[in-house]
């Protein structure tokens, strides 16, 4: 069993940034991949970025690429979302995830509410 705990969401006016912490505990932390997505209202949860267990690969939706960062600290067994450049249609809940070896994404944090004003 992963527990996976979201922070850092927040009010920010467009163009600026915010950093998405994911702090995860449990016997199998540190050996699972992590993923972000996204829920704005009235839409479906979508993918935003992952990363695999060592760190040494990543992966973007189109619509956040050269604007966000997804990186992991497995010492502190946390995975941080770096926004920058941040644009209203940005404005969801953000729901941090893990998945075990060969696995779905079967653990998943309550989400922290992201709003961009314009």
């Known amino acids: 069993q992963v527990q996976l705990v979201e922070s850092g969401g927040g009010l920010v006016q467009a163009g600026g940034s915010l950093r998405l912490s994911c702090a995860a505990s449990?016997?199998?932390?540190?050996?699972?991949?992590m993923g972000w997505f996204r829920q704005a209202p009235g839409k479906e949860r979508e993918f935003v970025a992952a990363i695999n267990w060592s760190g040494d690969s990543v992966s973007y939706a189109d619509s956040v690429k050269g604007r966000f960062t997804i990186s992991r600290d497995n010492a502190k067994n946390t995975v941080y979302l770096q926004m920058n450049s941040l644009k209203p249609e940005d404005t969801a809940v953000y729901y941090c995830?893990?998945?075990?070896?060969?696995?779905?994404?079967?653990?998943w944090g309550q989400g922290t509410q992201v709003t961009v004003s314009s």
């Open positions: 995830a893990a998945a075990m070896p060969s696995r779905p994404y079967d653990f």
């Open positions: 449990g016997r199998t932390a540190s050996s699972t991949a």
